[in-house]
């Protein structure tokens, strides 16, 4: 099955700074969506981005399907923003997707 | 829109109790369901999904199961909770036919005693 590999697994940062989030994968996909996982364990969606790139707001993400990863940018982190960062990815045909083991995010004041 | 809902927000339950979960979808049809679990600091886990009415798979071995009675209702269940069952429970829905875009529910804090 696809493996899906997120790094870093933990970053922690000042208000302010800028991150960038990888994800990984091991096969050719059609579906990658990036999530957040607020402290109260809502996942939010954030992008459907199996290829090409997006904005929204602060928030951005490039997927390069022909080589395998995503990056999930964000600007100016505001202490708002921590929380866990997820990947998942999903074949064509199939009905699930594939989660990677997340991005711990924490922004210091 | 379409708005997914799981209760109970939270549940404690002693060993060897029963368990059943609810989750119900609103605003679209035929949607594919989903039973994810979390466990304290970790990824999320598939456990069930389905893709119609009384069309269950199951990802992981266990004593849980799930059942979709209606094509908007899944419920996870259980006879007998272990110490093991405690975590986070969320369920998504998929819009059959669409993209492939996955939305979440709220979630269910278990914990077993």
């Known amino acids: 099955g696809i493996q899906v590999e997120q790094s870093p697994p933990d970053l922690i940062l000042q208000e302010g700074a800028n991150s960038t989030l990888r994800c990984n994968f091991s096969?050719?996909?059609?579906?990658l969506q990036w999530f957040h996982q607020n402290p109260w364990g809502q996942l939010i969606n954030l992008f459907y981005?199996?290829?090409g790139t997006k904005q929204n707001g602060r928030l951005s993400a490039t997927t390069v399907a022909t080589e395998r990863y995503s990056l999930l940018y964000i600007s100016s982190s505001q202490t708002t923003d921590s929380g866990v960062y997820f990947c998942?990815?999903?074949?064509?045909?199939?009905?699930?997707?594939?989660f990677g083991s997340g991005t711990r995010l924490s922004i210091r004041p | 829109s379409q708005t997914i809902h799981q209760w109970p927000a939270t549940l404690v339950q002693p060993v060897g109790s029963p368990l059943s979960l609810e989750c119900t979808v609103e605003g679209t049809s035929n949607p594919n369901l989903y039973w994810y679990r979390q466990a304290a600091g970790r990824g999320l886990q598939l456990l069930f999904y389905s893709v119609g009415i009384g069309q269950i798979s199951s990802e992981v071995p266990q004593n849980l199961s799930a059942s979709r009675p209606q094509d908007r209702q899944f419920i996870l269940s259980s006879k007998k909770l272990l110490l093991s069952d405690s975590g986070f429970y969320l369920c998504?829905?998929?819009?059959?036919?669409?993209?492939?875009?996955?939305?979440f529910g709220p979630g269910t804090r278990l914990t077993v005693t």
């Open positions: 998504a829905w998929r819009a059959f036919g669409v993209t492939y875009e996955q939305y």
């Open positions: 998942a990815v999903g074949a064509t045909s199939a009905s699930k997707i594939i």
């Open positions: 981005i199996p290829s």
């Open positions: 096969d050719s996909v059609n579906n």
